[in-house]
């Protein structure tokens, strides 16, 4: 059989469509990710004991568990107890806390980076303990973070793929119906691939601008 990518013409608004659904995911769960992470990693840091401990635990959990195995515990798992949630929110929620979890460690890795003078001089000048972190520490950790939680946005991107699995229309799930119908899997395959990679330049474009903006600022 000859390869004829004519076939994907037909296709090509769902594809896009897929494509849209793939990075708005891409945007809702890696902004979660980016919040959720930083205030897990500043409670863990800061945080009483009490606090401090099960969100190390939490860093761990989801570190240490398959995105796969989270997924299905919230889409399947979560209804066997009475709680529905609809698959778009459960990819989305899946996905931003499992990269949550890597995220926070970087941030907590990020502020335990940053020199402890500053801590000192800032208490110098008046600060207290609240203050401190506030205007010195956190911002300085933020910058440090960003270029590793900018290419984990990049993996959570790739991993959207995952997502199929519980019937989100997204580009590799509207690809595969595609192909259900033509018979024609390396056409559409390659074409997801080339989606996955015109976004994913698009998204190292914007990250490097935003990480040259950061480290003038630093």
Same mark, same amino acid.
């Given at each position: ?16 469509? +897929?494509? $849209? ?6 945007? =809702?769960? +890696?902004t ?27 860093? !761990?959990? !989801?570190m240490?568990?398959? =995105? ?5 515990l919230?889409?399947? $798992? ?9 698959? !778009?929110?459960? +990819?989305?929620?899946g ?48 910058l440090?973070? !960003? ?8 993996? =959570? =991107? ?9 019937g ?40 490097? +601008? ?8 630093r």
């Amino acid at each position: 059989m000859t390869l004829d990518f004519g076939v994907i013409i037909p296709y090509w608004p769902v594809i896009l469509q +897929g494509l $849209g659904w793939t990075v708005l995911v891409t945007v =809702l769960a +890696g902004t979660l990710s980016i919040v959720l992470g930083t205030g897990i990693a500043l409670t863990a840091q800061y945080g009483a004991a009490a606090f401090s401990v099960p969100m190390r635990a939490i860093i !761990f959990l !989801f570190m240490a568990t398959p =995105l796969l195995l989270q997924l299905y515990l919230l889409y399947y $798992g979560l209804s066997q107890i009475g709680i529905m949630l609809p698959a !778009f929110w459960t +990819g989305v929620a899946g996905l931003g806390v499992h990269y949550a979890a890597y995220n926070a460690d970087i941030v907590r890795t990020s502020l335990q980076a940053v020199d402890p003078g500053q801590t000192e001089a800032a208490r110098t000048l008046g600060f207290g303990r609240w203050a401190t972190p506030r205007h010195f520490i956190v911002p300085q950790a933020l910058l440090i973070a !960003f270029p590793s939680v900018g290419n984990n946005c990049i993996i =959570l =991107l790739k991993d959207t793929a995952v997502l199929s699995v519980i019937g989100i229309t997204e580009l590799v799930l509207e690809s595969q119906r595609a192909i259900s119908e033509t018979y024609r899997p390396f056409e559409f395959y390659f074409t997801a691939a080339v989606c996955y990679y015109v976004v994913n330049l698009v998204m190292e474009w914007l990250l490097a +601008g935003a990480a040259r903006r950061a480290e003038e600022i630093r």
